[in-house]
């Protein structure tokens, strides 16, 4: 039982340090209130779906910006998905890195977008 106590004091740990960086932001909270006894694993089916899904708009990201003729349409349908949802679970670092992306793809600016995600 105490090695239980001691993941969960773990977790809530690493939630605040989260917090603090700005990585996450109240939507999290909201998210987590979400969750009760009849859907324990709420919180952990949104997030690892969100995961998932970042994971295939990241891929379509790259090779879309691999390509010669850059297409700035599409480029911003992936990233304003990945905004989206990104703002949906309370990740407010990834959503931030997302609305700067997102003006230089207005200015035509790929190598400005790409220095975005870099930092």
Same mark, same amino acid.
């Given at each position: ?16 340090? *989260? ?5 996450? /932001?109240?939507?999290?909270?909201? *998210? ?26 990241? /891929? ?60």
């Amino acid at each position: 039982m105490d090695s239980v106590v001691q993941l969960q004091r773990q977790l809530v740990d690493y939630t605040v340090q *989260l917090f603090n960086e700005g990585f996450l /932001d109240d939507q999290f909270n909201q *998210l987590q209130q979400l969750q009760d006894e009849s859907n324990p694993d709420f919180v952990v089916e949104v997030v690892t779906l969100f995961f998932e899904d970042s994971e295939r708009l990241l /891929d379509e990201l790259a090779k879309a910006l691999e390509q010669q003729s850059v297409d700035y349409t599409k480029i911003d349908a992936h990233v304003h998905q990945l905004k989206g949802s990104s703002s949906s679970i309370g990740a407010q670092r990834v959503q931030k890195v997302c609305i700067g992306f997102r003006n230089f793809c207005e200015e035509r600016n790929i190598e400005g977008a790409k220095n975005v995600c870099i930092k």
